[in-house]
């Protein structure tokens, strides 16, 4: 797959309520670095706000919406989807929660689904969840 087909219609979006920064920095990092080239960040009313912004400050095509208080995820998921349907060419959002880290690849992964010629009957992708802090 190619990283210009990835970029031209895939956005991630990443609900955020106090995050912790190292770990969300890790998460934009793997999308970045799975050729997604736009991250949309809701935020539900941080207390840490600031330091969200600075840490998307480093990164290319990172757009935060604010929320003055925390509204929930299904309302900030619609927030996501409607600021992604102002670009034409996207046709994917992968969603994520704060401290969710992809892996390397799975992008690549993904894209042999909504490739396929059935894909007009494809809604929704998930992947195997991995806890980090579980042995």
């Known amino acids: 797959m190619s990283t210009d087909m990835c970029k031209e219609n895939i956005i991630a ?3 955020t309520f ?3 920064i190292n770990r969300l920095s890790d ?3 793997a999308i970045k670095n799975n050729h997604i080239g736009r991250v949309i960040i809701v935020d539900n009313g941080s207390d840490n706000i600031e330091d969200i912004e600075k840490t998307v400050a480093g990164y ?3 757009t935060i919406i604010r929320n003055d208080a ?8 619609n927030q996501v989807f409607k600021k992604a349907s102002l670009f034409d060419s996207v ?3 992968l969603t994520m929660d704060q401290d969710s880290v992809v892996d390397d690849g799975i ?8 490739r396929k010629e ?3 009957k494809i809604a929704s992708i998930t992947c195997l969840r991995y806890d980090r802090g579980y042995k």
């Open 27 to 29: 998460n934009i990092c």
């Open 118 to 120: 059935s894909n007009d």
């Open 18 to 20: 106090n995050p912790e």
């Open 60 to 62: 290319d095509a990172v």
């Open 107 to 114: 992008i690549d992964i993904y894209s042999y689904y909504y």
């Open 91 to 93: 046709q994917w959002v």
């Open 13 to 15: 979006g990443i609900v």
């Open 70 to 77: 925390n509204k929930g995820i299904a309302y900030a998921l």
